[in-house]
């Protein structure tokens, strides 16, 4: 395993990249598992987690918080946690995730609202607390679209050049950001992807795609707007 001996956390834990990661990183590394539903975050400890161990033994390989990433106070406490208990976090995977694919004539205003929460606040805060509470700064990865003229990626470039002088933010592409929902879970992230995110996470990369092929389109497609 690259990624190995290292404190994680994952932010909407249950989306479905976060789920398939924390199952191939949890027996090499300790993990944090963060959403606003706390039934399913707490299905998701129970399945990295050895339940004939003791609470307080399972705390030695994964934390789990029921926390909206849209509130500075929830999150926090949150890293007030995992300061006490771990000191340190060296990723953090920001997979909140807010799409609407409309003209902006047929955005409703509360939907805009909602995307600027989850895309821009919630990383934000994240941000916000590690500089606060940690004395060393974590890696950050945040979901991005490749579609450029789409809303979602204005929203998130926008914070992430914001927070640059800060924590740098990087970036893992997905081409496909309108279906992401449990109907179609099951047809997503396979298995020699996650490899390749995991090796580009090794690399350090900044940007990752999601295999090879999507990298060179995107380039491509750069190439040909000039």
């Known amino acids: 395993m690259l ?18 990661l924390i199952f ?3 027996p090499y590394n300790r993990i944090v598992l963060a959403g606003k539903h706390p039934a399913l975050v707490k299905e998701i400890y129970k399945q990295i987690t050895d339940k004939n161990l003791y609470r307080s033994q399972r705390e030695n390989f994964a934390l789990y918080f029921s926390v909206d990433t849209r509130s500075y106070f929830q999150v926090k406490k949150m890293f007030k946690t995992i ?3 771990w000191s340190h976090l060296d990723y953090i995977f ?9 003209e902006l004539k047929s955005i409703p205003i509360h939907s805009i609202k909602l995307m600027f929460q989850y895309n821009q606040l919630s990383l934000l805060n994240l941000i916000k607390a590690a500089k606060t509470y940690l004395s060393e700064h974590p890696r950050v990865y945040t979901l991005q679209a490749l579609k450029r003229k789409s809303i979602f990626y204005s929203f998130k470039e926008t ?9 740098p933010v990087g970036k893992i592409y997905l081409p496909f950001l309108e279906l992401m929902d449990s109907s179609v879970e099951s047809q997503l992230f396979s298995k020699n992807q996650l490899e390749y995110i995991l090796l580009q996470l090794w690399k350090q990369k900044e940007e990752i795609f999601l295999n090879r092929k999507e990298y060179w389109f995107y380039k491509l497609f750069l190439w040909r707007i000039g």
């Open 159 to 167: 914070m992430i050049n914001y927070l640059k002088t800060e924590i």
């Open 3 to 20: 990624i190995k001996d290292n404190v994680i956390l994952f932010t909407n834990c249950y989306f479905p990249l976060s789920k398939k």
């Open 24 to 26: 191939l990183l949890s």
């Open 94 to 102: 920001h997979f909140e995730i807010y799409n609407i694919e409309k």
């Open 83 to 85: 300061k006490t208990n």
